[in-house]
């Protein structure tokens, strides 16, 4: 099972560098590269040559952020032991711990899946010991849209580069860092065109007259979302400034901006717009995805004609 000839078990994990994590993610490290699947391959290695693949440079940033994130997590479980180690037993036990909060363990377990997709190619391991695994049931609903008592409270009395957010958060139904990412370049004869970071793909959309009346008459070149020195925010920083925001206009808790694209989502929905229509607007690249806000305003509209028949004189 290991090399004795050349390696001792101490000797492996004194190759390995558990501990590197930095902007650019973990380092990758060359030094089993001769390896059959899975002889002497430490977990962290697994991690490490994942983060510095092109296939996770492919990634959006966003997404890039996301899995250092849980896979930084996940090295302090199982950094030092090998990947046949990491068994599916031992990946459940695992989710065990952590399934009180099952979105987040969902998320985190596709990482690792995918990672082990990964390394099955690249020969680093022999099998996914997460294939065909079925996901927590999660009982939450996800992001919530807006009410429209909280969209009219932000409407009259936000401020500042949230204020911005918002409106372009709720006339587009594009995700925070594509909000962020919005500079004066992104429009021309009114129409605000963008590419999204997490899918790529474009999106075009004429300026709501409240976007203009927030741009005021000259459209800035730089960011349309930014701080007072005319520099745009950091996903941190404005997550810091919409926060305070919310709590000042008591709306924290309830108010995520993403819900600002479910509102944009839900509405047209209820608009009558088809499933193509209302990812031609939110850029949605998986349409069953769309297909839920159709069905939640489907079964909606016919409830209200069932109850028009049943008590047409109410």
């Given at each position: ?20 994590y930095g ?9 089993f590269?001769?390896?059959a699947?899975d002889?002497?391959?430490v977990?962290s ?5 994942y ?6 440079r ?13 896979l ?15 068994t ?33 190619q ?19 609903p ?12 932000w409407?009259e ?9 918002f ?8 995700r ?9 370049k ?24 409240e976007?203009?009346?927030e ?43 993403h819900?600002l ?15 193509h ?12 995805m ?7 305003a ?17």
């Open positions: 099972r290991y090399h004795t000839d050349s390696y001792s078990r101490i000797t492996l994990f004194r190759h390995v560098n558990l501990g590197s902007k650019s993610g973990f380092k990758a490290h060359n030094a590269s001769n390896a699947p002889d002497v391959v977990f290695q697994l991690v490490s040559s983060l510095a693949s092109t296939d996770f492919a990634l959006a940033d966003s997404t890039q952020r996301l899995y250092r994130i849980h930084k997590t996940v090295v302090r479980a199982f950094g030092t032991k090998l990947v046949t180690d990491v599916r037993r031992v990946l459940l036990e695992y989710r065990d711990k952590i399934g009180h909060k099952p979105v987040n363990a969902n998320v985190r377990f596709r990482i690792i899946r995918t990672m082990f997709n990964w390394g099955l690249r020969e680093m391991v022999a099998g996914n010991p997460l294939a065909l695994l079925k996901s927590l049931p999660v009982k939450s996800g992001y919530q849209p807006w009410t429209p008592a909280d969209v009219a409270t409407r009395q936000s401020k500042g580069g949230a204020r911005m957010a409106f372009l958060a709720l006339h587009t139904g594009a925070r860092g594509d909000v962020l990412a919005m500079t004066g992104n429009i021309k004869d009114g129409v605000l065109t963008f590419t999204q970071g997490k899918t790529g793909g474009v999106v075009s959309l004429p300026l709501h007259p976007i203009i009346s741009l005021g008459d000259t459209i800035p070149e730089g960011h349309l979302v930014h701080r007072r020195d005319g520099n745009g925010y950091t996903v941190d920083g404005f997550a810091m400034i919409f926060e305070r925001e919310c709590k000042r206009l008591k709306t924290w808790g309830r108010t995520p901006l819900g694209r479910k509102l944009m989502a839900c509405s047209l929905a209820e608009a009558g717009c088809s499933t229509e209302i990812a031609s607007v939110t850029g949605h690249s998986d349409l069953a769309v297909q839920l806000y159709t069905k939640a489907g079964q909606k509209k016919m409830a209200v004609t069932a109850l028009g028949r049943l008590h047409p004189s109410e």
